[in-house]
């Protein structure tokens, strides 16, 4: 089975489908048209293997870097160029501890289960 996902005139994912395997090297036009869809198709993949990232609802494709990246998380956070993954400026603390991200102070907080 193949992952294709639909994009819009901004390149934002709208949905994304299965194709049969015996449509898999045909998928766009299977999906466009076979199916009577329409729209614009991109194949996608869980591992990574085609575009960086398995595209999401909401992701955008990004033609030049031919990656799906999804929106920015918060403003400080970079974007990753070998990944097309947003990354935070600083790296979280790995003690076994869960943190979450602190926009107002650019740092990781612990998470008080309490």
């Known amino acids: 089975m193949s992952h294709f996902a639909e994009i819009d005139q901004n390149n934002v994912v709208l949905r994304v489908l299965v194709v049969p395997d015996e449509q898999e090297h045909r998928g766009q036009e ?20 085609i575009r960086k990232n398995f595209a999401g609802i909401g992701d955008k494709y990004n033609e030049q870097r031919d990656a799906f990246i999804s929106p920015k998380p918060f403003g400080s956070w970079v974007l990753n160029e070998y ?13 076994g501890q869960m943190y979450y991200w602190d926009e107002e102070t650019t740092s990781w907080k612990e998470l008080n289960n309490g």
Do not use: F, H, K
Request: charged share 15%; aromatic share 12%.
């Open 83 to 95: 990944t097309c993954i947003w990354e935070a400026p600083i790296a979280m603390p790995d003690d």
């Open 30 to 49: 299977y999906l466009a048209n076979d199916v009577g869809l329409g729209g614009r198709w991109i194949q996608t993949s869980y591992n990574g293997n």
